[in-house]
Structures are given as C-alpha cells and as structure tokens.
C-alpha cells in the first residue's frame, strides 16, 4: 500500500492521566519510565498509550491503567487535549489527557517495576509535553478543591477534619487556619459525623466524618 500524501496523513491520538494520592503525608503524582531511544531513553512520563482504531478515548485510558498499573478505584476525569505538532518527537501524536485522584485507603505503594510515587515537589523533567501536563493537571486539582467536594478522592472514605484540612494545606503549599475552615466546611453541610471515633490516637480521640455523597459536589469558594 501506498503512502498517503502528507497533506492527508492523519496524527495519532493517544492518552494520558496524571494521578495523585497522598504518602505519608506527602501529595504525589504517579510516573512509569520510558526508554524508547534514540529521542527517550530512560526518562520518565505519566501513565498513557495511543488509542486502538475500535476504541473511545475512555476504553483506551481504562486499558492502559489495568495493563500498567495495579491502581483501582480512581476518581478520574478528563482534563485537557494537548495538540501540539512536535509534542512527540516520532510521530504526530495528539492527547486526551485526564486528571486521576486515589484515596489514600487504596493500596498504592505496591507497583509493578518501573513505575513510581514521585513527590510532587521533587518532580524531574518527563517525556513528551508531560510536565506542561502535570502543570495543567496541578492547577485544575488546585482550582476544583476551591469550589467542589473534589478532596474527599484523596482522603479514606472516613476521615477526621484535620486530615481533611491536611489535604487543602498539601495541595495549595498554604497554611488554613483550623478554626475558620472547620466554620466554613460545616456550614456547607457536605460531611456528617460517621458516629465513630479515630481509633490509636494518644491524646483526645477526633470524630470520624464521611461525605454525604460520593459525587462531585459544586461548593461556594470554601478557601
């Protein structure tokens, strides 16, 4: 067969998430090295693979995480599409890309070789348009967690206000102030007491609280 003339050759589309949990009190964001010489060669890049011809973008992001990854239960939605001509040095290749949060319940320091947590703080340069991904993805977590319940996918399904705080005060490198944000998430009434208290703890036990539904809630500016 062939070769189609340039001007009507069709780019490639692939797929990309970039994931985030919580370790050890530490927000990271999940990479997989690529070692695809002579252009990457021993480099790493987020999760991600091209799409199949019979596949939806969606099918293809669920293949890649089940055939990669041992990761289950992610909150994920899609982010960004990234076009631009030399993203990829071999290929016009063109991404959806997605944003992916696992609860920090989930077990997810157990691998598959060659991938890793990275600390976001400690992010090394990655393949392809991928840190400008991770940037996108970075601001969408931190916009969301502003004016939606968006949080709750990185905490146990039950947890105690402070670690809820934890988690606002990971993301956006602030400090909150205890006492205003326990105010202000109560009066929005999107958690409720489990009834249960925080086994293991040395001093004064805390309330467990759970959220009320486990869909994305839209929320007035909480921080």
């Known amino acids: 067969m062939k070769q189609a003339p340039a001007n009507t050759r069709f780019a490639a589309v692939a797929v990309d998430i970039v994931i985030f949990t919580i370790i050890d ?13 002579p252009h990457y060669q021993n480099i790493e890049a987020c999760i991600g693979g091209l ?29 960004y599409t ?22 920090q319940s989930e077990d997810v320091t157990s691998l598959p070789e060659g991938l890793r947590w990275c600390p976001v703080h400690e992010l090394p340069k990655l393949a392809y348009d991928h840190s400008d991904m991770f940037a996108v993805a970075y601001s ?16 146990p399904k039950t947890f105690t206000l402070t670690e809820l705080q934890r988690v606002y005060e990971l993301i956006t490198g602030a400090h909150i102030d205890k006492r205003n ?21 040395k001093n004064r036990p805390a309330a467990l609280y759970t959220f009320k539904t486990t869909k994305l809630v839209e929320l007035p500016l909480l921080t």
């Open 140 to 155: 969408r977590l931190k916009g969301k967690l502003a004016y939606t319940t968006i949080a709750q996918f990185l905490l």
């Open 25 to 37: 009190d530490v927000l990271c964001v999940l990479l997989g090295i690529v070692d695809r010489p």
């Open 181 to 201: 944000f326990r105010k202000k998430l109560l009066s929005l009434d999107v958690v409720k007491e489990t009834g249960r208290m925080q086994e293991g703890m």
């Open 82 to 103: 990234f076009s631009e001509i030399e993203r990829d040095k071999r290929n016009r290749v063109i991404s959806v890309s997605y944003l992916g949060l696992v609860r």
């Open 51 to 79: 799409v199949e011809v019979n596949e939806t973008t969606e099918a293809a992001l669920h293949r890649h995480l089940q055939t990669k990854t041992t990761l289950q239960n992610l909150y994920i939605e899609q982010l």
